[in-house]
Every structure is written in structure tokens, then in C-alpha cells.
């Protein structure tokens, strides 16, 4: 297990997932105030469609919120990006959540490979590339075997928030984030 003690100076992980957090994709036929809707082609999603399909016309619908760029670079943590978009997240969602910068990207081995112990094809791989940093991850597959894998491997310097893809991002989650960060560095 590492348990690294963050110190006052480590700002930690902030690792974000795009479809459920900023991307509130179960909402359908609700429109969340202030999000803009986007329609984007990235190309993981473009591999999985039929050739001349109505969808690869079209494009994939998005809906993000202009500020949440703002509010990530708020927060005390140093932000990477933990999704399937990959390279693409700073190409396409960064812009459209206002973030100035590229963040650093998580690239996967293997995705949607399906873990022999049930959890969720990121947690291993996340764990190991955070390497004993403290970190927060938000994403909306998180499961009670990905917070029991996290707390084994990594130590209790890490908060895993399950994020409805229904509502993405709320308030609440925003400040769960910071109150996060602001207990770890008084530790």
C-alpha cells in the first residue's frame, strides 16, 4: 500500500472524466441552465459507428458548461484528463469549458477491457499513474470495488466522487472537491 503524506506544498490529482461529469450525457430531454450544446466527432466514438450512419453524420451531441473550465482551475489541484477522449479532451472540451491550457491526458493500455475483479477499467491504471499522489477523480462509473481497490492500493489520499451523468457537475460536488483538498493540506 502507499500511503504518501502530501505536505503542504503537493497540490493534488484533480482526474476528470468528460461523459457523466462535465458532459451530463443521461440528461435527454431536460436542458441544464447554462450548458451549451455541441455536436463533436471524436474519434473513439467515431470507430464505434456504422459507416453512413445517421449518428456519423450528425456527430455526437455534447452538452458542457462554459464556467466549468473556470472552476477546475479554481480548485487547489493540479487537473489531468482521466477519459476515453484522451488527447482529443484538450482539442475539442477544453475550448468549450474555457480552459486557456492543454492538461496533461491519461492514456490507456487496454480500454473497456473488463477487469477480472469487477471494478471499472480505469481504477488499476489510474492508481498507477497517480504513483503515491494524493488525487480526486470524478467520474460517473465508479463503483464500492473501485473505492475498496483505492483505499487497499493507494491510502487514504484519495476521494473518489461518483457524479450522477444525469446532473453532471453540481455545486455540491464542486465544494466536496474543495473541502477535499483544503482537509488534505491541513493534514
Excluded: C
Excluded at 445517421?54 to 451531441?61: K, P, Q, T, V, Y
Excluded at 487497499?152 to 473541502?179: I, N, Q
Amino acid at each position: 500500500m502507499t500511503d504518501t503524506a502530501p505536505g503542504p506544498s503537493v497540490r493534488p490529482l484533480l482526474l476528470i472524466d468528460v461523459d457523466g461529469p462535465l458532459n451530463p450525457y443521461g440528461a435527454r430531454l431536460t436542458r441544464h441552465r447554462g450548458y451549451a450544446r455541441h455536436r463533436m466527432r471524436p474519434a473513439n466514438w467515431l470507430a464505434r459507428q456504422e459507416p453512413g450512419s445517421r449518428a456519423l453524420r450528425r456527430g455526437l451531441l455534447v452538452r458542457l458548461h462554459p464556467g466549468d473550465g473556470g472552476r477546475v482551475l479554481d480548485l487547489p489541484y493540479e487537473p489531468a484528463w482521466a477519459t476515453t477522449w484522451m488527447h482529443e479532451a484538450n482539442e475539442l472540451i477544453g475550448p468549450a469549458i474555457g480552459l486557456p491550457e492543454p492538461l496533461p491526458v491519461i492514456e490507456w493500455p487496454r480500454m473497456f477491457e473488463a477487469d477480472p475483479d469487477g471494478l471499472y477499467w480505469k481504477t488499476r491504471h489510474l492508481v498507477t499513474w497517480a504513483a503515491g499522489r494524493p488525487f480526486a477523480w470524478i467520474d460517473d462509473m465508479i463503483t464500492d470495488l473501485d473505492s475498496a481497490y483505492v483505499a487497499r492500493e493507494h491510502g487514504a489520499h484519495a476521494l473518489l466522487l461518483r457524479v450522477d451523468p444525469r446532473k453532471g457537475l453540481r455545486a455540491a460536488d464542486w465544494a466536496a472537491l474543495r473541502g477535499w483538498a483544503e482537509e488534505l493540506r491541513e493534514r
